[in-house]
T-cell receptor
Framework: KQEVTQIPAALSVPEGENLVLNCSFT??????LQWFRQDPGKGLTSLLL?????REQTSGRLNASLDKSSGRSTLYIAASQPGDSATYLC??????????FGSGTRLLVRP | DADVTQTPRNRITKTGKRIMLECSQT?????MYWYRQDPGLGLQLIYY???????NKGEISDGYSVSRQAQAKFSLSLESAIPNQTALYFC??????????????FGPGTRLTVL
């Protein structure tokens, strides 16, 4: 059974810092890995999708990497801003097209 | 207007009541999903549907049922609500354009409290 783990569970940093969020998964038979952002009272917003054959994806200040063989992904956020404060969820799409989610990292960027 | 809408957004009910949560989408997607999120946890899949005639159980389907009334509508029912079904419920859609690039689009969520 696929399991997705995110570390740390919570993170507080001062504005301007670069930071890394970690995600690990137990079964490498995935189609893709996705990072989502969740704001309080709102749904999830897709940030980045990395196909299983890819190593990384970039969008603005965000860079996500994937090492499928070791079951790991990282989300790198450069020059963090208070507006980046949210919960970040990692999810893998398994062979039956289901998304399996981690429990998230709650990020607070202090002004 | 939002592409994926959920009604109601908030609901408080009592143990034993039947509750229906509704989801509508204007994205024209075939696939729809219902998830549950408990505080501090990720999302768990309750049911999913790949087209109008296809309904599948997810990880935690016990105590829930669904109806896919049309391509655009997917409803979740709690037949007899119990307090441990208190959670945030999300509906999502996807267009199945390809397994490697398939992503999901989420509604804003329904916060359900069962007393």
């Amino acid at each position: 059974k696929q399991e997705v783990t995110q570390i740390p569970a919570a993170l507080s940093v001062p504005e301007g810092e670069n930071l890394v969020l970690n995600c690990s998964f137990t079964d490498s038979a995935i189609y893709n890995l996705q990072w989502f952002r969740q704001d309080p009272g709102k749904g999830l917003t897709s940030l980045l999708l990395i196909q299983s054959s890819q190593r990384e994806q970039t969008s603005g200040r965000l860079n996500a990497s994937l090492d499928k063989s070791s079951g790991r992904s990282t989300l790198y956020i450069a020059a963090s801003q208070p507006g980046d404060s949210a919960t970040y969820l990692c999810a893998v799409m398994d062979s039956s097209y289901k998304l399996i989610f981690g429990s998230g990292t709650r990020l607070l960027v202090r002004p | 207007d939002a592409d994926v809408t959920q009604t109601p957004r908030n609901r408080i009910t009592k143990t034993g009541k039947r509750i229906m949560l509704e989801c509508s989408q204007t994205k024209g997607h075939d696939r729809m999903y219902w998830y549950r999120q408990d505080p501090g946890l990720g999302l768990q899949l309750i049911y999913y549907s790949f087209d109008v005639k296809d309904i599948n159980k997810g990880e935690i389907s016990d105590g829930y049922s669904v109806s896919r009334q049309a391509q655009a509508k997917f409803s979740l029912s709690l037949e007899s609500a119990i307090p441990n079904q208190t959670a945030l419920y999300f509906c999502a859609t996807s267009d199945a354009r390809g397994q490697y690039t398939d992503t999901q689009y989420f509604g804003p969520g329904t916060r359900l409290t069962v007393l």
